[in-house]
């Protein structure tokens, strides 16, 4: 499979508490992105880190990517309730993105 | 702009019955991208197009599934005939310069 693998699969912690979830990838690649999918709903864009790039933020997000480990991590700091969804990472080769499994992330208030 | 725009939202249809879905992407988006979504093997890419060409169906299961972009504001994902393993949700995305996805709500099919 050229899916790669989130880590954990799933995370509950409590609001106002930063989470953290990794992600490994198989190929080379472009740029790594990360997206929030809410229960029964769409993905949403969230960031995009470039292969040449080592961390990007975006608000409450950081970003890192270790291409010599093929793996990125996504940091969300004071989490809120809202947060709640599932994450997930996708390595863009040329013009195909491939997910990962996904985090599934739980905030506790 | 409307976003990526999949239709039905929800298909209910019995195995052996042919289902079309169908998807508008973003206009002036040159990509439109069918993903396939499970509990089992997560998103799957099915295949893409660019410029209403189509790219690496690599990721189609078999020759029971088909897509079609006739222009540049329309595409279908054909499966006939439709078996109960099908069930998941099925996504379009679109995107001007592949570093930017835009997805759509998703089409939730069941096959009894």
């Known amino acids: 499979s050229q899916q790669g693998e989130e880590d954990p699969q799933a995370l509950s912690i409590q609001e106002g508490e930063n989470a953290t979830m990794n992600c490994s990838y198989k190929t080379s690649i472009n740029n790594l992105q990360w997206y929030r999918q809410n229960s029964g709903r769409g993905l949403v864009h969230l960031i995009l880190?470039?292969?040449?790039?080592r961390e990007k933020h975006s608000g409450r997000l950081r970003v890192t990517l270790d291409t010599s480990k093929k793996s990125s991590s996504l940091l969300i700091t004071a989490s809120r309730a809202a947060d709640t969804a599932s994450y997930f990472c996708a390595a863009q080769g040329a013009q195909k993105l491939v997910f990962g499994q996904g985090t599934r992330l739980t905030i506790n208030p | 702009d409307a976003g990526v725009i999949q239709s039905p939202r929800h298909e209910v249809t019995e195995m052996g019955q042919e289902v079309t879905l169908r998807c508008k992407p973003i206009?002036?988006?040159?990509?439109l991208f069918w993903y396939r979504q499970t509990m089992m093997r997560g998103l799957e890419l099915l295949i893409y197009?660019?410029?209403?060409?189509?790219?690496?169906d690599s990721g189609m299961p078999e020759d029971r599934f088909s897509a079609k972009m006739p222009n540049a504001s329309f595409s279908t994902l054909k499966i006939q005939p439709s078996e109960p393993r099908d069930s998941a949700v099925y996504f379009c995305a679109s995107s001007p310069t592949t570093t930017s996805w835009y997805f759509g709500p998703g089409t939730r099919l069941t096959v009894l």
């Open positions: 880190i470039r292969s040449n790039e």
């Open positions: 197009f660019n410029n209403n060409v189509p790219i690496d």
């Open positions: 206009s002036g988006h040159d990509y």
